[in-house]
C-alpha cells in the first residue's frame, strides 16, 4: 500500500505540551501547575445566555463570518477597550483563536513566503506555518530583554522573503507584554520593509502593569498591515466554547472568510450569543479575574524569591518562566525529576521553542491553596537538589 | 486598599497579614496597621470559621423565625432587637421590609430546642405580635460558599 500521509504532516513532530501531557496522566495523585486555560467557571450570566439561545431553539447556522451582533459588540469592545476602530465586515467569528491563526496564514502565504516567529511561544504557530506552506523563520528572544522582541532582533531576520511577523503579546508562555515604545519601534521597521503583522492578543486583558495592553493595530499605518486575533477563552474563561475572532483589511478578512467557509462553516451558535453577553455586561468579571491573577502572580513571585528561583516579573497572561539554568539540568529533565520526586507537573520551557529551554512554564491559574501546596512540592524539591 | 485587604480577609480570615501583603503588592507593616485599625473600628468585627454542621455527627437544627412586633414610642424597634440578641441561641437579627418585621437566625441542638425557645421566651416578650418559624432542611450555600463537596478540576492537566 502507499503511504496514505502527507510529507508534510509527517515532517512536523507533535507538540511537545502533549508529550508532557501522557507522561502526566500516568502519575496518580499528580498535582499540575500545567494549564493554560483559566480555572473560573465561565460567568453564569453568559452561561445562561448560552442556555437561553438553546431553548429558544436557535440552533442554525450563523452567517460564515459570525452573528452580525456579535461582531458588532466586538467593534465596541475593541474600540472601548485598545482604541483601534473596526467595522463589521472586517471582522470574522472563528471557532478560537487558534482558527483564525491557521486561516489567516493560509490566506496570506504563497510557497517560500517566510513568517517570522518570536519563540518562545505557543506551539501551533511554526506547524501552522508549515502547513500554509510558509517557512518560519524563528527569533530566539532573551530573557534579559524580558522576552520582548527588540528592533534588532527583528532586523536581523529580516530577508526579501519575509511576509509576514507573528507576535504574541502578553504572551505564553513566558508571561511577558510589548508597551507602547517597543511595539512602535518594531512597528516602523514593518511598514518601512512591507511586512505584514499577524498579532494574537488572546491575553490582552491580562496584563498587570500600569499601562493595560497595546495593540499594535492602533500605532499610526500599522491597520492596514495587520491581523488581530483575539478570543474569549481566556479574558472570560471560556475555553471550552471554542471561540475566537479576528479583525483586519477587508480584503484579508474576505479571503479568511473563504477558507472559514469552506472548511468550517460558522463558529458554533450557542457560543456566538453568550459572547454577545459577555462583551456587553462582562467588564466586572474580567476585572475580577485579572485581580485574583494578579494576587497570584505576587505570591508565586515571592514564592520563587524565597527558594532564590530566579524569575523576571511577567506582567502579562497567567504563567511564570522561571529560570533553571544554575541546577544544571535540561527543562526536560528537570520538569520529568520534580514530577517524579514530588509529583508536581510543570511544563518544561523547551516545549515552546529551542530558547525556552533552561526555564520551566508555571501556570498560576489556580486556587491560592493549590499554589501554596504545589509550592511546598517546589520548594523541597529545590531543597534537595 | 481597605477594600481589597477585606475582600480577601472575607474569602479567607486565615490570611496572615505578610500573606495580604504579597498578594496585594503592599508593605506588611502597612497592611498590619490597616488591618489593626479595621480591628479597633470594628470594621472587621471577627474571625469566624465556616462550618458545614451537616457532615458532623451531632446534628444541629438552624431556624429563620418571621416575627411581627409592635414598635415602641421613641425607639422603634431597636429596643426589642436589643432585648432579642441577648439571648445566645440567637445567631442574626435582620430588620426587614415586608410582611413582618425582624428575621431572627436561630440554632439549635434540636428541632424542638428552637421551638421551645420560640414558644417559651420569644414568644413571651410583650412586644411580640406573632412569630412564624421555618426549619432550614439542608443548606447548599452559605455565606457564598457552596456546601457541597467540592468539584474535581476537570481540566486536562497540560494544555
Known sequence: MRNPLSKTIESIPPSGIRKFFDVVNEIEGAVSLGVGEPDFDTPWHVRDEGIYSLEKGRTFYTSNSGLKELREEICRFTLRKYNCSYTVPETLVTVGGSEAIDVALRAMLDPGDEVIIPEPCYVSYKPCVILAGGTPVIIDLKEENRFRLTQEELLSAITDRTKILLLSFPNNPTGAIMEREDLEKIARICIEKDIFVISDEIYSELTYGKERHVSIASLPGMKERTIVINGFSKAFAMTGWRLGYAMGPVEIIKQMTKIHQFAIMCAPTTGQFAAVEALRNGDEDIELMRESYDQRRRYLLDAFGKMELPCFEPEGAFYMFPSIKRFNMSSDEFAERLLKAEKLAVVPGSAFGTSGEGFLRISYAYSLDSLKEAMERLGRFIGSL | ?159
Open chain 2, 1 to 159: 486598599m481597605r477594600e481589597k485587604i477585606l475582600r480577601l480577609l472575607e474569602g479567607n480570615a486565615k490570611l496572615s497579614a505578610g500573606e495580604v501583603a504579597v498578594l496585594l503588592g503592599e508593605d506588611e507593616k502597612k497592611v498590619a496597621e490597616e488591618i489593626k485599625a479595621m480591628e479597633d473600628e470594628k470594621v472587621i468585627c471577627g474571625y469566624h470559621t465556616m462550618i458545614n454542621w451537616n457532615l458532623m455527627p451531632d446534628e444541629k437544627a438552624d431556624a429563620i423565625i418571621e416575627v411581627k412586633v409592635a414598635p415602641q414610642r421613641g425607639v422603634g424597634f431597636d429596643r426589642i432587637a436589643e432585648r432579642i440578641w441577648q439571648y445566645p441561641e440567637v445567631e442574626g437579627i435582620y430588620l426587614m421590609s415586608g410582611s413582618f418585621d425582624f428575621a431572627i437566625f436561630l440554632q439549635g441542638r434540636s428541632m424542638r430546642e428552637v421551638a421551645m425557645f420560640v414558644a417559651e421566651k420569644l414568644s413571651t416578650l410583650d412586644s411580640i405580635l406573632s412569630t412564624s418559624t421555618q426549619f432550614v432542611l439542608k443548606k447548599y450555600k452559605d455565606n457564598g460558599v457552596i456546601m457541597e463537596k467540592p468539584e474535581k478540576d476537570e481540566r486536562m492537566s497540560i494544555s
